[in-house]
């Protein structure tokens, strides 16, 4: 038997990957892996009696601006069963840091993500104190300097860039752009045989400004090679301005 | 204790729906929905011993040629569980009637689901006799004339259209374009507002040929308006061929 913990603190769930989880490779893409982490936070406030309604009733709602993920070069395949996990690592009046975590069932993790959240005030749409009915019962540490995502680097050099129209069932339950979508828009211009053949050991994203339901996005991707690994930077915009920026870093792919 | 039945012939599943596996309106869409029943049959084919390297072996490949759903008014909503299943309806030389569920856990529908497969040389790129050892073992009675999916109509009248262009992660772990993401092509023209005061009750689709990973395919749309319901009526053109065509029939949204 696999042990979990579900604490205030710190939550863990098990999922089998799904082949409609996985890309072609039978890994599961980084879109996929950000929604099961989702899913996990949504899965530890539900736990601990915040649901949507409740968090709604405070007039805000938790954005993410950031994540940092490092992944294993040994990730799971689809019918695999995971540990998805995820702890309130820190927090202050205006920031919440998570970490969330895909581990095998010995808890060795296939991938480490530290996260970033403000609270927004959805009438003014500006940052409001997180209030603290909303953070106190995941008994994070507070501290006044968190220990943020690092963010990534501007885009250097030329780059390329693709159109995507943004489609309905990029919109999620929230009614926004789900925030894991962005990942394909970020790595599909890189093509398939390149994202066939590599595999993301490492990743930044920041998000600036949200795309909104109708919009067309272009995509624009730089590429550093250096040695065995590449690093491609992207930005995403739309409306004349840029709404995301990430890094990646990748390596060949792992076949053993 | 909700019973499952795991026989030869019929094999459910429990299942909890995902927030991600939900559009905005909170319920799983079509290509979801589709997704989920082609989860079952891989489930049924393992538990009976035949998984995908079983069957490949055969030098075939099962193909979905056509698909007839009827859903009922009252649909689950991310986070529900539901059963899915899936039954070997009948079969002949050629031909393998299956078909699909998904149930609340009082086994009542929310989405029934026809299904027609048959299998593809994939050497050869032409039907293929279904092997007797592919077959035999889900008991399903053998019938020379089968009850198959309805045809949809053909496009009439005026239509619109929207191209999309083939992503990387339309392709599944079988490399090939997800049969369950021309779904997303079909109705995403018909644009959120309508896709958010309407569910579909009914559909037909007919896969005729197969859309490759780098083609951009044209996604045709003509409504016919009938009082309460529309039946939309679309074609999904790819390399001046016709690809797919499909019939949806849309009820105005339960809210009950």
Redesign the interface.
Known sequence: MTELQQTANCYEMLHQL???E???T?HP?L??LM?MM??VS?AHSIFMGLDRQKVEQSGGAWVVISYEGHLSANQPR?GDQVILGTRATASNAFFALREFWMDDLHHHHYAHIKALFVMMNLQKRRLMKIPDELLAPFESPVQKRLDKPKKPGKLSGNFTSQQYRV???D?????HV?N?RYF?WL??PL??VF?RHHQPVAFTIQYQNEVQ??ATVESRLARIQDDGTTTSQHEVWSGGECCTSAEITWAPVNNG
Chains 1, 2 share one sequence.
């Open positions: 799904k082949y409609y996985c890309t072609d039978g893409g879109s996929m929604s989702t899913m949504d689809y489609r309905y069932y919109i999620d339950v929230n009614h789900n894991a394909d790595t599909d093509g398939a994202l339901e109708n």
